[in-house]
């Protein structure tokens, strides 16, 4: 019978919660409050605005960069396919100093120096007294190559 109830016993958890007696009055003032309200509608205003107008500044060098960097690689390609024209021609006509001259050329306004400097030597080496490719061998040499 002892042991029957312990069984029917119901175990309780302790209570762990406690309230607070105490009533605390605090009313903020309606004119604080009233502050704050407008203060943070205000400043929530500055904050879009603010973030409006870099977005747009964003967006407008964006723009500007992009087109940049389109017009760079159109001036890129026609580049490209001006030393693919004078690789044909310099292919064809070996002893033709003009067009490793015109090669030279190419590369270093691809800021490619080390083939221009290629060329430059080819160009020198059939005609020594080619002004146009002293002037670029100088130019590259100030360039370090």
């Known amino acids: 019978m002892k042991e029957s109830k312990k069984t029917t016993a119901k175990l309780e958890f302790p209570n ?4 607070i007696t105490e009533k605390i009055h605090f009313k903020p003032s309606v004119k604080l409050s009233k502050f704050y309200a407008y203060a943070s509608i205000v400043l929530t205003f ?11 500044f964003v967006s407008f060098e964006f723009g500007q960069n992009f087109t940049k960097y389109q017009n760079l690689h159109v001036q890129r390609q026609d580049l490209k396919s001006k030393i693919n024209f004078w690789n044909s021609v310099a292919e064809k006509y070996d002893g033709y100093p003009d067009a490793y001259l015109n090669l030279a050329n190419l590369y270093f306004q691809l800021n490619d120096f ?26 590259l040499k100030r360039k370090d190559y």
């Not at 762990?16 to 309230?19: L, Q």
């Not at 500055?46 to 747009?56: A, E, F």
């Open 46 to 56: 500055i904050v879009v605005i603010l973030l409006l107008g870099l977005m747009v």
């Open 114 to 139: 080390e083939n221009a400097k290629k060329y430059v030597y080819k160009a020198l080496l059939l005609n020594p007294d080619l002004d146009k490719a002293l002037v670029l061998e100088e130019k």
């Open 16 to 19: 762990i919660y406690r309230t």
